[in-house]
């Protein structure tokens, strides 16, 4: 029970709850099984982008393309479906797509030591570029087929397939991240890359890989956004970055690297997704999403800056005591 309770991630669990809870004081008609669970099946694109940019943040780095990235993934979903393509080419050509972003990305910051939101940003813009090139800057509509019939197909107890699935990847991802060796390589370049390669760690092999990561679920992510609208504009996908963001770091992952677990991004992720739909019961307009999303990822990346400096200022301040704990005063006697 110490260790749930310390489980950085337990905060945002804890106020996931307490704010389905004030939702459900200001309209009790919120608080029934379907309204609560569709909070969790819309959370399923943002599952995906905040468990694939976790593992860049744990390093220590950012990305700012993902969303272009869902974007252009979606943008070809579509397309192979106006022309009745196979769910199995659509997964593998966006899979293979978002991993081709990421690797671009990871050799540019990681091999090149070009600054990861600078180079990120340059990709979002060259990936924006190539949705409008693609589409004719129409959006890509009237498809249908097996990709549209599995968007809301449930599994079980109202939940659906790709929000199962998305449960099940944040599932591996945590295991992979806290059981296995090369998984905890994220955590410790994050923490102290210097380290982390005189012990033998390639830091820019965990780097690249963590983008490619970054950019697989970025795609995935583009295969469930046309699954479940069944159409695709040009800017689809656009401020899904900085949502997937905040639900990282709202989910305890901090964005100096270094700390947090895929629970927390997942948990990060609900709440982000949440909020349009908590706006309405508590009588808000839905205008106020983007305002109370940037106002949300504020306060918490000065909390979690303001929290880092105190961890760093306590630490340096134990060192002090352990050096200076057998020096006795000037002029004074050694005990």
Not at 90 to 117: E, H, R
């Amino acid at each position: 029970m110490k260790n749930l309770f310390k489980a950085r991630w337990t905060s945002s669990l804890i106020f996931l709850v307490l704010l389905f809870l004030i939702t459900g004081i200001a309209d009790p008609a919120f608080l029934t099984y379907a309204n609560i669970i569709s909070c969790f099946n819309t959370a399923t694109m943002y599952t995906l982008l905040a468990v694939g940019i976790a593992f860049v943040i744990m390093t220590g780095e950012i990305d700012v393309s993902i969303g272009a990235t869902l974007g252009l993934t979606a943008a070809m979903t579509g397309l192979i479906a106006q022309r009745d393509g196979s769910v199995g080419l659509m997964l593998i050509i966006v899979i293979v797509t978002g991993a081709f972003i990421g690797l671009l990305n990871g050799v540019g910051v990681a091999y090149f030591g070009v600054p990861s939101l600078i180079f990120t940003l340059g990709t979002n813009s060259v990936v924006r570029g190539l949705i409008y090139i693609m589409t004719d800057g129409r959006t890509v509509e009237n498809f249908g087929g097996a990709v549209s019939s599995y968007g809301n197909m449930t599994l079980f107890a109202g939940i659906t397939v790709y929000y199962a699935i998305a449960v099940a990847l944040v599932a591996a991802s945590h295991i992979v991240l806290t059981k296995t060796r090369k998984g905890k390589y994220f955590i410790a370049v994050g923490d102290n890359a210097g380290g982390a390669r005189l012990v033998g760690i390639s830091v820019l092999g965990t780097k690249i890989l963590a983008y490619v990561l970054c950019g697989l679920f970025a795609g995935l992510g583009g295969f469930v956004f046309a699954s479940k609208y069944g159409q695709v504009m040009t800017v689809a996908g656009n401020g899904y970055e900085m949502t997937a963001i905040a639900a990282c770091v709202l989910g305890g992952i901090s964005l100096s690297g270094g700390l947090g677990n895929m629970v927390g991004a997942a948990i990060g992720a609900v709440i982000m997704s949440s909020i349009s739909r908590l706006l309405v019961f508590i009588g808000l307009p839905s205008t106020y999403d983007n305002t109370i999303t940037g106002v949300m990822l504020i306060v918490i990346v000065v909390v979690d800056a303001l929290a880092q400096r105190r961890s760093v200022e306590s630490a340096r301040r134990k060192r002090l005591l352990s050096r200076t704990a057998g020096t006795a005063p000037e002029g004074g006697v050694k005990a």
